[in-house]
């Protein structure tokens, strides 16, 4: 009797194991594009498959050892049943184990991947930072030529157009000079840069600052805020007819918290909205949302929160950090 008791709730156990690995097989199916690990989809299904199948014949092996008679169970069965406990809680463990080291070894991906990212936006930031005072240095090197063409024109009586020459040389380096009167060298270069990239796509770009605080965020970590800031707001404006190109700049301090608020026009055919994440319709599906990824770990690094809206017409950001 009792050993008909014992396959009736080993095979009922199986069937249950069977019924459960097809399930999870079948949802593991229909999710695997949410995914956000990089690691195989089919190492990482056996690992979770081997931990809760070895979790489920544990405590069936402790349940029938419960309701079981020891005096029916034959000799030497009993140690067997126990051997049995000890090693699937081992093999349990060691599939906990692994499935960790993986999960370990994906964020460590993750996290160089962001880094090479970064390394290769500041790169690009030098590089614009370099472009921009070659321009300065080419109209103080060919300032003899400059004033050859305003003298031309003012002995022309032409003074309409030697005032816009005259503006058209004087704008970059009084932009240069409002922007070099911000304390903070890294606002200060990153918010000149952006300027000349806003003004080169006749993007309108209007800056509010207001640092009544010292900042005591990391370069780098203002470097990969503003810089993804930007960049994503003139990619979007770029999308937009260029009379509706506008940025809207807002940095300040509160007490001891650091804010940036950032709105800018964009075309919404060019971006979407799908699961709580926000995503680019450009060809370069690898690099979708690289952008606002690096900021939320920027923002979360410093204990803060970043708020996202989207209108028909206008893309908002919204980040406050604690200045520490």
Same mark, same amino acid.
């Given at each position: 009797? =009792?050993?008909?008791? &014992?396959? *009736? ?38 690992? *979770? ?7 489920? #014949? @544990?405590?069936?092996? @402790? ?15 009993? %140690? ?21 080291? $993986? ?10 991947? @962001? #880094? ?13 930072? =370099? ?13 003899? /030529? ?8 003012? !002995? ?22 409002? #922007? ?5 060298? %890294? ?5 000149? %840069? ?10 309108? &770009?209007? $800056?509010? #600052? ?15 805020? &503003? ?6 707001? $003139? ?7 260029? !009379? ?22 964009? /075309?919404?055919?060019? %971006?979407?909205? /799908? ?10 599906? &690898?690099?979708?949302?690289?952008? @606002?990824? /690096? ?30």
């Amino acid at each position: 009797m =009792a050993d008909n008791t &014992l396959i *009736k709730f080993i095979a009922i156990t199986i069937s249950k194991i069977i019924l459960f690995l097809w399930i999870t097989y079948y949802v593991q199916r229909k999710s695997i594009s949410l995914l956000s690990i990089s690691v195989k989809t089919n190492r990482t299904l056996i690992i *979770k498959i081997t931990s809760l199948v070895t979790m489920i #014949l @544990l405590i069936t092996v @402790l349940v029938l050892s419960m309701y079981v008679r020891l005096d029916s169970i034959p000799s030497g069965l009993d %140690v067997l049943i126990y051997l049995f406990i000890l090693s699937f809680t081992a093999v349990c463990i060691l599939s906990v184990s692994i499935y960790e080291g $993986i999960l370990s070894e994906s964020e460590k991906q993750m996290k160089a991947n @962001l #880094l090479i990212q970064q390394k290769e936006k500041e790169y690009k930031y030098n590089q614009e930072i =370099a472009a921009t005072v070659d321009s300065i240095r080419a109209i103080k090197h060919d300032i003899s /030529n400059h004033l050859s063409v305003i003298s031309g024109y003012i !002995q022309c009586n032409k003074y309409d157009d030697a005032k816009k020459y005259i503006h058209k040389l004087y704008k970059p380096i009084e932009i240069m000079n409002d #922007l070099l009167d911000i304390e903070h060298p %890294v606002i200060s270069s990153m918010l000149y %840069v952006k300027s000349m990239l806003a003004e080169k796509d006749n993007i309108k &770009l209007d $800056i509010d #600052l207001r640092l009544n605080t010292e900042i005591k965020i990391k370069d780098t970590d203002l470097t990969i805020l &503003l810089g993804n800031i930007l960049d994503n707001a $003139i990619e979007a404006c770029n999308s937009v007819d260029i !009379q509706n190109r506008k940025i809207s700049l807002k940095i300040y301090t509160v007490k001891s918290y650091f804010l940036v608020d950032c709105i800018n026009t964009m /075309n919404p055919q060019k %971006v979407k909205y /799908n699961k709580k994440e926000f995503y680019t319709t450009k060809e370069d599906t &690898l690099n979708h949302g690289i952008g @606002l990824k /690096n900021i939320k770990i920027v923002v979360d690094n410093y204990e803060g929160d970043m708020k996202i809206q989207l209108s028909d017409r206008e893309f908002s950001i919204k980040t406050t950090m604690i200045n520490k």
